[in-house]
T-cell receptor, first 114, second 113 residues
Framework: DAGVIQSPRHEVTEMGQEVTLRCKPI?????LFWYRQTMMRGLELLIY????????DSGMPEDRFSAKMPNASFSTLKIQPSEPRDSAVYFC????????????FGPGTRLTVT | KNQVEQSPQSLIILEGKNCTLQ??????????LRWYKQDTGRGPVSLTI?????NTKSNGRYTATLDADTKQSSLHITASQLSDSASYIC????????????FGKGTKLTVNP
């Protein structure tokens, strides 16, 4: 299994531009999570899906952030418009089940907004 | 407020030595506690998951302990190797209808030859 796949691995964009991060979860997993990691705040859960349905988006910082999961094998996290404070590493993770289930993380997308 | 505090923030040890990382939490009610290892530039990898009823869980040279009464957990690494150099993150899940995860800031471990 290829594991969780994220693209791009690195993204540099100017403030105000739209950014789209992509994730392909492990086949067969029914939960997908989006995280953000910064030095100051550590890891934060942004949103998670169960069977393609958003369950909890309370971690999404602002309306500029949106996430979709059109099918079981693909999800996007979009920031529009982007701001310098959005600079962080964004991780996607997937799991089979929720409580107690092991989450498998992707390699992350390092976003820099100038 | 639900919090997870890890100590020390960073630690440097010599290869072959043992070390213990600490995690104190205030999350209540508690569901489970996870330890992750995160290599530089990579995503976290799960080491252990412990529930309320578990006191100790091992994964090779890694042993996690949990005291649910004092809300403390530790991760003990035995006979450290250079490849153990990483950040170790403690994550506590509360109970509830959704995934209420509280993350520690991590301990950065450096193992020197």
């Amino acid at each position: 299994d290829a594991g969780v796949i994220q693209s791009p691995r690195h993204e540099v964009t100017e403030m105000g531009q739209e950014v789209t991060l992509r994730c392909k979860p492990i086949s067969g997993h029914d939960y997908l999570f989006w995280y953000r990691q910064t030095m100051m705040r550590g890891l934060e859960l942004l949103i998670y899906f169960n069977n393609n349905v958003p369950i909890d988006d309370s971690g999404m910082p602002e309306d500029r952030f949106s996430a979709k999961m059109p099918n079981a094998s693909f999800s996007t996290l979009k920031i529009q418009p982007s701001e310098p404070r959005d600079s962080a590493v964004y991780f996607c993770a997937s799991s089979l089940g929720l409580a107690g289930a092991r989450q498998y993380f992707g390699p992350g997308t390092r976003l820099t907004v100038t | 407020k639900n919090q997870v505090e890890q100590s020390p923030q960073s630690l440097i040890i010599l290869e072959g030595k043992n070390c213990t990382l600490q995690c104190n939490y205030t999350v209540s009610p508690f569901s489970n506690l996870r330890w992750y290892k995160q290599d530089t530039g990579r995503g976290p990898v799960s080491l252990t998951i412990m529930t309320f009823s578990e006191n100790t869980k091992s994964n090779g040279r890694y042993t996690a302990t949990l005291d649910a009464d004092t809300k403390q957990s530790s991760l003990h690494i035995t006979a450290s190797q250079l490849s153990d150099s990483a950040s170790y993150i403690c994550v506590v899940r509360g109970q509830g209808g959704s995934e209420k995860l509280v993350f520690g800031k991590g301990t950065k471990l450096t193992v020197n030859p």
